[in-house]
């Protein structure tokens, strides 16, 4: 039986253009693993849509997730590129990124 592996309470916060770089590296790091079912995306795809990511960073200020809420129509978005560090995985780190996303398009009264 495998041992549950702790929480990981990180930060959860809106990206900034200083971290496209970390999210681009790691959204790409995951669309690489065999078995993954993760697009890659471009450093300037991920610029031009800074503003709709959110990351989840460690006390050191390390990015180890990220997730994006792409509005698509006024009561249409979508998840994108939710990716977390393996090391990180298991631990609630993407639920907590699917929530912040979930609970920005309640917020913007989508749906």
Known sequence: MKKKKPVFKGKIRKATLEDARAIHKLINE?????GDFMLPRSLSSIYENI????????????????????????????L??????????????????????????IMMKIG
Do not use: M
């Open 30 to 34: 995951c669309a690489k693993r065999k």
């Open 51 to 78: 503003r709709d990511y959110f990351v989840c960073v460690t006390p050191s200020k390390k990015i180890i997730g990220c997730a994006a809420l792409h509005v698509a129509w006024e009561n249409l978005a979508e």
């Open 80 to 105: 994108k590129s939710l990716a977390v560090s393996r090391t990180y995985q298991s631990r609630g780190v993407g639920v907590k990124l699917a929530e912040a996303a979930l609970d920005e398009a």
